[in-house]
T-cell receptor, first 116, second 113 residues
């Protein structure tokens, strides 16, 4: 069965420093997609970054980058130059192999707090 | 462009009642998915609709149902509410099935007393 594991319930980072949020996944599919979402206290899930299983380069979106290590089945999110507004819950998610579904399987999330 | 809207934002119901939640996707988006978020179980997939057809269903009892209309708006219904149904219900829309980017709404927070 497909599974996403986020082992860090909570993380602290100093403002302007970089932080890595861990995510490992388990799947028997060859084709899959990995996502990171940010959920502020307001509740809305904000899409951050996507990595396809066949993408050879790590995805980057502004201050967000995804450290994709396929052999280790890990997809860590790196946030550079943390800002106070980055304080939120972060979820790693995986889409099943078929491209004909948007169904996502989520990890339990990591709460990130940015200290001034 | 307006984002995904969900109504109502907050709802309090009593055990045994039924509830209907609404989701309006981004204009032009035809795929809508629903998720339940609870502190204990996290985010769990409920259903997925595309072109008024349910394409995928999560592992929830039959009390949970949904539908999608011709304008892509979607509703989900929970009958015979239980205390454990208290959760944040999130709706996500995308242009098509399997699209990389899914845009979530602000959610409906349901409290069952």
């Amino acid at each position: 069965a497909q599974k996403i594991t986020q082992t860090q319930p909570g993380m602290f980072v100093q403002e302007k420093e970089a932080v890595t949020l861990d995510c490992t996944y388990d799947t028997s599919d060859q084709s899959y997609g990995l996502f990171w979402y940010k959920q502020p206290s307001s509740g809305e899930m904000i899409f951050l970054i996507y990595q396809g299983s066949y993408d050879e380069q790590n995805a980057t979106e502004g201050r967000y980058s995804l450290n994709f290590q396929k052999a280790r089945k890990s997809a860590n999110l790196v946030i550079s130059a943390s800002q106070l507004g980055d304080s939120a819950m972060y979820f790693c998610a995986m889409r099943e192999g078929s491209s004909n579904t948007g169904k996502l399987i989520f990890g339990q999330g990591t709460t990130l707090q940015v200290k001034p | 462009k307006a984002g995904v809207t969900q109504t109502p934002r907050y709802l309090i119901k009593t055990r045994g009642q039924q509830v209907t939640l609404s989701c309006s996707p981004i204009s032009g988006h035809r795929s809508v998915s629903w998720y339940q978020q609870t502190p204990g179980q996290g985010l769990q997939f409920l259903f997925e609709y595309f072109s008024e057809t349910q394409r995928n269903k999560g592992n929830f009892p039959g009390r949970f149902s949904g539908r999608q209309f011709s304008n892509s708006r979607s509703e989900m219904n929970v009958s015979t509410l239980e205390l454990g149904d208290s959760a944040l219900y999130l709706c996500a829309s995308s242009l098509r099935l399997g699209s990389h980017e899914q845009y979530f709404g602000p959610g409906t927070r349901l409290t069952v007393t």
